[in-house]
């Protein structure tokens, strides 16, 4: 009877005790901290991300999702892992409220994933740079401008070539055409002649 009624109790006990007895093998790690930290407004852009975990997380196809408060992504990339740590450059960021979506491998072999919201109230100056690159083909313009003269000297002196051969052109079709209605002539006065000798001798 104390035997069955004490594997009874064992039965009923069992399930509670054991997980109990082993919470650090069923516990995955956590994000405990972040830079920039969830919540945080910043009036200057972050170059950088870094999650910090509580334990070592594993090196296994980790990725960070940046996405903008219109819910377009900015960038998925693969952060450098190093310990608890999880780290990867930023690009320069317009004022806007963002999101991160992180997604390591535990300790334990498990994949575990969060978010971490921050804000730029300010942000970096892409658009400086931006309209610096704009504006330098503006001044490129210039020296095409000044490319434009030799054309324009070009066409000049086509006109000039124009004239001449319009001027020596038809010189040279008057003299020849001269020369061959001379030719015509002296054919046709040979010809004349020839015809009125057989005449002559005749009479």
Known sequence: ML????GL??????PLVVPALLPAASAHDTLTSSNPA????????PEALELTY???VLNLS???RLTTSAGEEIFTETPAVSGNTATID????????????WRVVSSDGHPIEGTVDFTVTVGAEPTATADSESEEPKESEEP??????????DTAAEPAE????EGGLPLGMILGGLALLLLLAAIGAIIVRLRRSPGDNTD
């Open 90 to 101: 930023l690009p320069p960021l317009p004022a806007d409220d963002y999101q991160v979506l």
């Open 38 to 45: 969830a919540g945080e407004s910043l009036e200057q852009a």
């Open 62 to 64: 980790p990725a960070v």
């Open 54 to 56: 509580s334990d070592e």
């Open 144 to 153: 095409t401008a000044g490319t434009d003269e030799p054309s324009t000297e």
């Open 162 to 165: 124009a004239q001449q051969s």
């Open 3 to 6: 035997a069955s009624l004490f």
């Open 9 to 14: 109790l064992a039965a009923v006990l069992m």
